[in-house]
């Protein structure tokens, strides 16, 4: 490599500006505790980690209380930024913020707030499967039920072949002018945009898909906060050995 050219730097971005409604909770379902922590610091953890990582921005509402957030652990590397409407604003006044920081071909590797369960390991295999991609790409899961696709009146159209459909999961890993470029044409275009890959999509892009683990729940109704806490105490025994 010569010192025109230079590694591209990963950075994270954590969507974490939503109200969660489907929880019914007192307060958004990223501050919700679970045992001694938040969803959020959770979620946080797994990137400040990293050392690979050169920064986190962290996507907050505008009426969250920041002092809320404990930002002593995370070295200068954690920023603040705050959302929008709907997630995808959200994402773009992330990338907006990492546009002043990074350079145009830097990986940005987002990730909702609400997947404390992401196995570190997952991880890593995607940012090794991606790091030389030159589209970028998304972890995803397995579907073990069979899948119905509606038509009119709730009556089924057709059965989808369950071998290639893959539940869409974060993190989802591109470069960070290139999803601010598909961002930004999807979201003038009208286009629901309830993930980066669809961005990627709408501008003709065809990201990869990378198995992970379907431990990686998004924490969306009551019950998700039970499950969650079963996850992670089970990554902790496997970590531990025991
Ligand atoms: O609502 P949903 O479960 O799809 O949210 C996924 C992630 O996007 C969550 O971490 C949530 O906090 C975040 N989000 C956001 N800004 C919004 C809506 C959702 O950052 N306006």
Not at 104 to 123: K, M, N, S, Y
Request: charged content about 25%.
């Amino acid at each position: 490599m010569t010192s025109e050219q230079h590694e591209p730097a990963l950075w994270a971005l954590i969507p974490a500006a939503g109200v969660g409604r489907r929880m019914g909770a007192d307060r958004p379902k990223q501050f919700l505790r679970l045992g001694a922590r938040s969803v959020l610091e959770y979620t946080l953890d797994i990137f400040l980690e990293h050392p690979a990582i050169r920064g986190v921005a962290l996507v907050l509402g505008g009426g969250v209380d920041r002092d809320a957030v404990d930002l002593s652990g995370a070295g200068g590397r954690l920023f603040i930024v705050t959302g929008g409407e709907e997630r995808a604003d959200s994402v773009r006044n992330g990338l907006a913020f990492l546009a002043q920081r990074g350079r145009p071909d830097d990986w940005v590797l987002v990730h909702d707030a609400a997947r404390p369960c992401l196995p570190p390991a997952d991880l890593d295999h995607l940012i090794e499967v991606l790091r030389d991609d030159p589209v970028g790409g998304l972890l995803v899961a397995a579907s073990t039920d069979t899948l119905k696709l509606e038509g009119v009146e709730g009556r089924v159209e057709r059965t989808l072949d369950r071998s290639r459909v893959w539940r869409a999961l974060t993190p989802q890993m591109f470069r960070l002018q290139a999803l601010r470029a598909a961002l930004d044409a999807a979201l003038a275009s009208g286009v629901a945009v309830t993930d980066e890959a669809s961005a990627m999509e709408f501008v003709g892009e065809r990201p990869l898909l990378v198995e992970g683990s379907p431990m990686n729940i998004k924490i969306t109704r009551p019950e998700d906060l039970d499950v969650a806490e079963v996850y992670l105490n089970r990554q902790q025994r496997l970590r531990s050995g025991r």
